[in-house]
């Protein structure tokens, strides 16, 4: 099967642009986490949607969103970008159906000017 | 919510000694415990998981340990090679309120294996 992936590969944006990244599951997969990467911060979950569904919500602002169509792909958006959003977005797959093994993407690498 | 802490957060061993990171956790209803991979550039990879049923799992050079009463969780290298670099991630999975069978996964901060030829 083919693995998880991620378009762009890498971004470069402005403050105040907005920017939406986008995931592909492996076949089969329901569920899409999303995680934001920094050095200082380590992974920390976003979001996460099942079936077009978001079932669950990590700590960050409305500045960030997604959803998720019904072939599974999913998008998330950051709007009103901060030199803080600079990190990398991670991705990950599952069956989506409990403590489960989660297949990461390679990751879009956002940088913020 | 959760909480993973995770130590050290970098770790040097010489090229066939054993290494082992430890982690802990907040919620005692935290259920399954698995542990990622990412070398330099690349996306993390699964190498080990354990859940809370079992106190053990080995795979060839690596095992993991759970000790639920204590809440924490250790991962173990043995006859490390070069190539066993990398940052590595344990996590911690916590369902959902309400029996749901879904949840998410916390993450601790990393340790960054350094293996020395």
């Known amino acids: 099967k083919a693995g998880v992936t991620q378009t762009p590969r890498y971004l470069i944006k402005t403050r105040g642009q907005q920017v939406t990244l986008s995931c592909s599951p492996i076949?089969?997969?329901?569920?899409v986490s999303w995680y934001q990467q920094t050095p200082g911060q380590g992974l920390q979950f976003l979001f996460e949607y099942f079936s077009e569904t978001q079932r669950n919500k990590g700590n960050f602002p409305g500045r960030f969103s997604g959803r998720q169509f019904s072939n599974s792909r999913s998008e998330m958006n950051v709007s009103t970008l901060e030199l803080g959003d600079s990190a990398l977005y991670l991705c990950?797959?599952?069956?989506?159906?409990?403590?489960?093994?989660?297949?990461f993407g390679p990751g879009t690498r956002l940088l913020v000017l | 919510g959760e909480n993973v802490e995770q130590h050290p957060s970098t770790l040097s061993v010489q090229e066939g000694d054993s290494a082992v990171i430890k982690c802990t956790y907040s919620?005692?209803?935290?259920?399954?415990f698995p542990w990622y991979k990412q070398e330099l550039g690349k996306r993390p990879q699964l190498i080990i998981d354990?859940?809370?049923?079992?106190g053990e799992k080995k795979d060839q050079r690596i095992a993991v340990t759970l000790n639920k009463t204590a809440k924490h969780f250790s991962l173990h290298i043995t006859e490390t090679q070069p190539e066993d670099s990398a940052v590595y991630f344990c996590a911690a999975w916590e369902s959902n309120a309400g029996g749901t069978s879904y949840g998410k996964l916390t993450f601790g901060q990393g340790t960054i294996l350094t293996v020395h030829p």
């Open positions: 354990i859940r809370s049923n079992v």
């Open positions: 076949s089969g997969h329901r569920s």
């Open positions: 990950a797959s599952s069956l989506g159906v409990g403590r489960e093994t989660q297949y």
């Open positions: 919620d005692s209803a935290s259920n399954y």
